[in-house]
């Protein structure tokens, strides 16, 4: 028996041994196919399926990039205006909209009149940018990047430092260089980062601290920034000032709640209120945009003014509520860098003993939107309003409201380094 033990413990430690590193394998792969398939999973999760689409180009007056669906009587919040004949991706479609793809993990709306399907080129596998150089003349800088293709952008401002940001979309970078001339008056430098696989981000910062507007369009196989310069004098007897009556024709606006007054009549007035101040001030350059009762589409008065090219551009408007006692001024601005004016302005017609309805950024109303020039939206005060609306028909209130404008706009110039 004792001989029979002594011959097999061996066999049963080599046997446990052998289990025991199998398990220990066992346990290894385990951990090994776990890690794995994480993984997998981490990848997976982080592709983005293209989907099927419909090649289009923009087209029509002044298409816009929209974020989302969502809308108010001012329709949908905009990423900005954008060229025509620009390539998009149509992806899905809505009762008015076009959904587009703008590059991997960004889409945007567009209303579907502004998208055309006929005469494509074949599209390349990929878009690079060239080389980007900038240059000023007389009245602005240009800052020209180069482009294999003309692709979705949207562009914005900061402030503090001020500059403006161009993304473009769909395009990856093989820009080797960036030329800048010594006939730069506005930018001060331009760089750019290639923030995501294909969305590339161009930095152009500005010597002064004030925006005076830039436009956005391509030009040959370029896409073009063109900044304009800030006036040489800041003297509001210097200025091109742009004046917009809202309304008009057979866009009535608001009616007045005890007189029922019309709106398109009374911006007028004081717009011709306005214009006789800056006269009297001295300034030989004022465009309005109408004289007379006549209809005047918004986006026609953002391309006549793109033609006059104004220094900046108030647009006067009454309000309206169904409150019958919200009353008050308010000024209104889409971008950051337009705000310093209409604070101004704002402060100065708080003067008419008016109350305070507000200072409104973000706003998405159409001639707030250009980047073009410096533009202020001015609502009076509350025809839907008793108080408000009898200060509204008054003669004498319709000039204090001129004088008090044009006092905002040099007040806002003296403050302009």
């Given amino acids: 028996m004792r001989g029979y033990h002594y011959s097999k413990w061996p066999l049963l430690l080599r046997f446990l041994g052998y289990r025991s590193a199998f398990c220990s394998y066992l346990h290894r792969m385990k951990r090994l196919l776990t890690i794995t398939g994480l993984l997998l999973a981490l990848y997976s999760s982080a592709q983005v399926v293209t989907p099927h689409y419909i090649p289009a180009r923009s087209a029509g007056k002044l298409p816009a990039i929209a974020y989302g669906q969502g809308e108010d009587r ?33 889409s945007g709306y567009m209303e579907k009149q502004f998208l055309k399907f006929d005469s494509l080129p074949a599209e390349k596998p990929f878009y690079l940018t060239g080389s980007i150089r900038a240059k000023g003349d007389s009245t602005a800088d240009s800052v020209f990047i180069g482009m294999e293709g003309k692709l979705p952008y ?16 769909g395009v990856q970078s093989n820009t080797n260089w960036i030329t800048q001339l010594s006939t730069l008056k506005a930018v001060k430098s331009v760089y750019y980062n290639q923030v995501e696989d294909d969305v590339l981000r161009v930095v152009i910062e500005l010597k002064q601290q004030q925006h005076w507007g830039y436009t956005v369009a391509y030009k040959g196989r370029s896409l073009v920034v063109k900044v304009k310069h800030q006036p040489a004098k800041l003297d509001i007897t210097k200025l091109k000032i742009a004046i917009d009556p809202g309304h008009g024709g057979t866009n009535t606006g608001a009616g007045g709640v005890r007189t029922g007054a019309s709106e398109k009549n009374l911006t007028l007035l004081f717009a011709k209120a306005l214009e006789r101040n800056l006269k009297k001030r001295g300034v030989k350059k004022v465009v309005m945009l109408r004289r007379i009762d006549t209809t005047f589409d918004n986006k026609d008065r953002i391309l006549f003014m793109q033609q006059q090219d104004p220094d900046i551009c108030i647009s006067l408007h009454l309000n309206s509520s169904s409150n019958s006692q919200t009353k008050g001024v308010s000024t209104y601005y889409k971008h950051i860098g337009f705000k310093p004016l209409t604070a101004s302005v704002l402060k100065r017609m708080l003067e008419l003993k008016l109350e305070e309805f507000g200072n409104v950024g973000s706003f998405n109303f159409m001639l707030n939107q250009p980047t073009d020039f410096v533009n202020c939206l001015v609502e009076i005060a509350f025809l839907s309003n008793e108080s408000d609306e009898r200060k509204i028909i008054n003669p004498t209130f319709q000039d204090n409201v001129g004088k008090k404008v044009m006092a905002g706009v040099e007040d806002w110039l003296k403050g302009v380094k």
């Fill in 154 to 169: 949207k562009s914005y401002m900061e402030i503090n430092p001020a500059r403006i940001i161009v993304e473009i979309f």
């Fill in 74 to 106: 001012l329709g949908g919040a905009r990423m900005g205006y954008i060229d025509t004949n620009v390539l998009f991706r149509v992806i899905d479609s809505t009762n008015d909209l076009y959904r587009v793809q703008l590059s991997r993990f960004h």
